[in-house]
């Protein structure tokens, strides 16, 4: 690869290409069927396939560049270990090395950069496909009942859904530059598509400040407010926040990268989430996507996260994001100030 390409579009470019290898592993693991699932906490879950693409996108990236600073959701001493070579890409991505390089980033080093990566975003809808893959129903009401995840009204909506939720699911890389979002990679292992008659599983959406944003075509938002917010984290104070919105239609969907994606392919105009439970890696990438392409994402009081190494990895005081800067002022506007002050007390 040239290094004349200055780092952060070649950073991009790598993201791109190891983001596309860690959506494989992602599939290869659901195909396999053996999912490892792991509870970290309270309706926070770890699969082998969050393990893995992590572990495939650390190692690829630290070898190219050893300085930055990668930080992945998914704490486990594996990720120090050896990855097998078919895991280590180092390939990138042509289109992406020939953008031309905003001049606010041209001089970036690798010191001044921190990653965030989520290896697999929307993991509760990740393991509630996996029943939607079982063909024989006695064999899916088997997995079910021994499932640590899906109450009977989740498993009944998903026999409805046909193919499950797996669309959900992203791979998100987030470039940040002095603590701010600057760059991002959200790759969705199971979107389908027909390109001639030839069927195509995944693609992969990136974005640069001052750039754009490629990989799909972005549409206007919809005529009508449609908002889109969590499937498996609601509470209280999440629906409240909803409530006030006075929306057209909720679409309730897993993972950030997911609900931004909406946003992008004008599905919905407003991402609301009035609760802690987001973390950096959940939003850095997305954020700077939606940046990209003339968008807007905070908190809940309106402020912008930061994105620096030392940063608390919880987004405590929720995610407000908008296709645009008239209607994030209207959502955020809404909002109660009372909701507001105990989020930030919280
Ligand atoms: N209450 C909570 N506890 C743990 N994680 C939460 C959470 N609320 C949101 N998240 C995390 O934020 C991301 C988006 O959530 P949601 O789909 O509910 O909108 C998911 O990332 P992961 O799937 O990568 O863990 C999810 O786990
Ligand atoms: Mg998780
Ligand atoms: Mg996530
Ligand atoms: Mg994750």
Redesign the pocket.
């Known amino acids: 690869m040239s290094t004349s390409v200055p780092l952060v579009v070649r950073l991009l470019a790598s993201s791109v290409s190891v983001a596309g290898r860690a959506g494989k592993i992602v599939r290869d693991v659901m195909s396999k069927g053996e999912l490892g699932i792991v509870e970290k ?5 770890q699969t082998e396939a ?1 393990r893995s693409a992590q572990r495939c996108i650390i190692a690829s990236l630290t070898a190219q560049y050893p300085k930055i600073n990668i930080i992945g ?1 998914e704490d486990n001493p594996d990720n120090e270990g050896e990855v097998c070579n078919d895991w280590l890409t180092i390939d990138a991505d042509k289109e992406i090395l020939s953008l031309e390089c905003p001049p606010f980033l041209q001089g970036v080093k690798e010191e001044d950069i921190v990653v965030w990566v ?1 290896p ?7 393991t509630q496909g996996a029943l939607m893959l079982k063909r024989d129903p006695w064999e899916r009401w088997k997995m079910y009942l021994t499932h640590p995840l899906i109450s009977i009204k989740w498993y009944l909506s998903l026999l409805q859904s046909n193919y499950g939720f797996l669309e ?1 699911v992203t791979v998100l890389i987030g470039i940040s530059v002095n603590e701010k979002p600057v760059a991002g990679v959200i790759h969705q292992p199971y979107y389908k598509t027909l390109i001639g008659n030839e069927k195509m599983t995944g693609r992969t959406i990136w974005g640069l400040q001052e750039v754009g944003v490629g990989g799909f075509t972005p549409a206007p938002p919809p005529a009508s407010l449609i908002i889109t ?5 609601s ?1 209280p104070l999440v629906e409240k926040a909803l409530q006030v919105m006075n929306a057209a239609q909720i679409l309730r ?4 990268g ?2 931004v994606l909406q946003l992008l392919e004008g599905l919905a105009s407003v991402y609301v ?1 009035a ?5 950096k ?2 939003t850095c990438a997305p954020e700077a996507i939606l940046n990209a392409a003339g968008g807007k994402l905070t908190d809940i009081l309106g402020n912008n996260y930061k994105y620096g190494a030392s940063v608390s990895r919880p987004n405590k005081t929720g995610v407000l994001a908008a296709v645009n800067a008239d209607l994030h002022d209207y959502a955020l506007n809404r909002i109660p100030q009372e909701l507001k002050e105990k989020l930030a007390n919280k």
Do not use: Q
Request: proline share 3%; net charge negative; glycine share 14%.
């Open positions: 906490g309270k309706d926070d879950f969050d959701e989520d697999l975003d929307g993991t509760s809808e990740y959900h917010t969590t499937r498996s984290h509470n969907v897993g993972g950030a997911y609900k989430f609760s802690p439970g987001c973390k890696w959940d």
